[in-house]
């Protein structure tokens, strides 16, 4: 549920084919036990984001435009909530999360141009989150 930067649910999964939607509301989400590669997490469709197709991930020096995108790498590139993207207007349709490889804190931007209101709405341990653990509904 995301936001303001308070728990808002901490949710402890199985032993794999769990799946966990997360989206941008107050707090933010603790999922723990998450198994790359069997678990899966689950971001509601944006603008440039088309439900139940696949993800392509990017680094923050590989980001360019393309659809149902989403930028995965270490936190020191992402920055605090995705600041160090910097401003990424000329792609504000299809860019709107961000997730840390090393620590699982998962970014929001409504607008996709990471120049001011991202929010972290998640925090996810257990295994490193891969773009094969995404899905779009």
């Known amino acids: 549920n995301g936001g303001t930067g308070t728990v808002a649910d901490i949710i402890t999964l199985g032993s794999g084919n769990d799946i966990v939607q997360l989206v941008a509301e107050a707090g933010i989400d603790l999922i723990g036990s998450f198994t790359t590669l069997k678990d899966k997490v689950a971001l509601p469709a944006q603008t440039g984001f088309t439900a139940g197709s696949t993800v ?24 605090a909530v995705g600041v160090t993207l910097g401003d990424l207007s000329a792609y504000a349709d299809d860019l709107n999360y961000a997730i840390a490889s090393d620590t699982g804190a998962v970014f929001f931007d409504a607008d996709g141009d990471w120049s001011g209101a991202s929010m972290q709405i998640g925090t996810i341990s257990g295994s490193t989150v891969v773009v094969a653990d995404l899905l779009i509904y």
């Not at 989403?70 to 590139?77: E, F, Q, S």
């Open 56 to 79: 392509t991930a990017q680094t923050v020096a590989g980001v360019a435009s393309a659809a149902n995108r989403v930028a995965i790498d270490t936190i020191g590139n992402l920055g």
